[in-house]
C-alpha cells in the first residue's frame, strides 16, 4: 500500500510540469545579426565568448606551430647545403650517371632532333643561341673574379686538387664546337656538346689500362685509348655512333674536343662553389644532308652500367641530327 501510495504521489508531481515546445525563431535583421543590442551580441556571440575563443585558437595555433618548428628544427640538424645526407648507392639517384646533351629544342615532342636548314641564318641562329645560353656561366666562370672564382683553378693530368677546389673547364678548347666557330653550324659541321650529370662523391673506375678494354667497345676508341699518354688515360671515355647501319653511313666522322674523354681532375664531384660539369663537344665532319640521322653517344667507365634503347636507357644518350 505504501509503495502504491509514493507513485500516485510522484505520477501528481509530473503532472503539474509544463512542457515547452520548441519555438520558431524570431527572426533578425542584418542589422541585429552584426549587433543584437538585446543580449549584447557581436556576430551571435558575447564578448567573453569571444575572448574564449580568441584565447583558445591562440593557444592551439601558438601549440601548433611550436611543434612544427620544433620538427623542422630537428630536420635541418640532419642535413647540410655542402653535402647530401644520402650519397651514391644510399641515394635515390643511385652511383650511375646520366648522360645529356645540348642544345635541345623548347618543343618537347622534338627534344631528342637537331634540325637546321643550311646557310639559313634564322634556324642556325635558334640553335646557336641555345649553345650560348648554356655556356654563359662557363663564360662567366672565366671572367669571374668572385668568391667563386677564387674556388677554381687550372688543372692538369698528374695533380692532386686540393680540397675546396675544383677545375676550370675552358670552352676555348671546344675547338670547332666552341661560341668563337659558332658551334660548326655555319660551317655545316655542327656540334653537340656533352655532359654526365652530377653525383655528388662519384668516382670513375677507369679504363685505363689497355689490355683490360672490353670487347664491346669501338675499335677507333682502343686506337684512341692506345695512343694516349699513360698519365692521361684516366678519362670517362665517349664514343658516338649511328644507331642503324644507314645511320652510320650518313654520319661521317666525329670530330671530339677538347678530347674523347672527361679528365679525372674533374672527379669527385663536391659542390664547391663556381664548379660547373665538364663537357666534350661532337662534331660531324661531314653528315650527309637531307638524312634524319639517329646517333647514341656512350659513356665509358667501369662503374657506368650500359643500357641502349628508347627507354630506361642507362649510360648513353640518343637524338638525331637533320641537315638540308
Known amino acids: 500500500m505504501v509503495g502504491r501510495h509514493s507513485k500516485e504521489k510522484q505520477v501528481g508531481k509530473l503532472s503539474e510540469y509544463t512542457f515547452v515546445f520548441p519555438q520558431k525563431p524570431e527572426p533578425k535583421t542584418w542589422k541585429q545579426i552584426v549587433w543584437d543590442g538585446r543580449d549584447s551580441k557581436f556576430f551571435g556571440r558575447t564578448k567573453q565568448s569571444w575572448w574564449y575563443l580568441f584565447l583558445f585558437y591562440g593557444i592551439y595555433f601558438i601549440v601548433l606551430f611550436s611543434l612544427f618548428w620544433a620538427c623542422m628544427e630537428c630536420l635541418f640538424l640532419t642535413l647540410s647545403d655542402r653535402y647530401p645526407k644520402y650519397q651514391c648507392e644510399d641515394s635515390l639517384i643511385g652511383v650511375n650517371p646520366g648522360l645529356g646533351y645540348r642544345p635541345m629544342p623548347d618543343n618537347v615532342k622534338a627534344a631528342a632532333m637537331v634540325h637546321f636548314k643550311q646557310h639559313n641564318e634564322t634556324e642556325m641562329d635558334y640553335w646557336t643561341s ?167 653517344c656512350r659513356a665509358w667507365a667501369k662503374n657506368i652500367a650500359y643500357k641502349g634503347g628508347s627507354r630506361l636507357r642507362m649510360g648513353s644518350v640518343m637524338f638525331s641530327m637533320m641537315l638540308d
Not at 645560353?133 to 666562370?141: A, G, R, V
Not at 658551334?183 to 653537340?192: A, L, R, T
Open 130 to 296: 641555345r649553345l650560348d645560353s648554356f655556356l654563359e656561366p662557363y663564360q662567366h666562370s672565366l671572367n669571374s673574379h668572385s668568391d667563386e672564382g677564387s674556388n677554381m683553378m687550372q688543372c692538369k693530368f698528374g695533380e692532386q686538387v686540393p680540397e675546396g677546389k675544383a677545375c676550370i673547364f675552358d670552352i676555348d678548347k671546344l675547338g670547332p664546337c666552341s661560341p668563337l666557330n659558332r658551334y660548326g653550324y655555319n660551317d655545316s659541321q655542327p656540334c653537340i656538346v656533352l655532359k654526365l650529370n652530377r653525383i655528388y662523391g662519384w668516382v670513375p673506375d677507369y679504363y685505363d689500362n689497355v689490355d683490360e678494354l672490353p670487347e664491346n667497345m669501338p675499335q677507333d676508341l682502343v686506337e684512341y685509348i692506345k695512343s694516349v699518354p699513360k698519365v692521361e688515360r684516366r678519362q670517362v671515355w665517349i664514343s658516338c655512333n649511328g644507331i642503324y647501319p644507314a645511320d652510320n653511313e650518313a654520319t661521317g666522322p666525329f670530330g671530339y674536343y677538347p678530347s674523347r674523354g672527361i679528365a679525372s681532375y674533374f672527379y669527385p664531384y663536391t659542390n664547391v662553389k663556381g664548379y660547373l660539369s665538364p663537357l666534350v663537344g661532337i662534331q660531324f665532319v661531314n653528315p650527309k644532308r637531307k638524312r634524319n640521322i639517329f646517333v647514341e
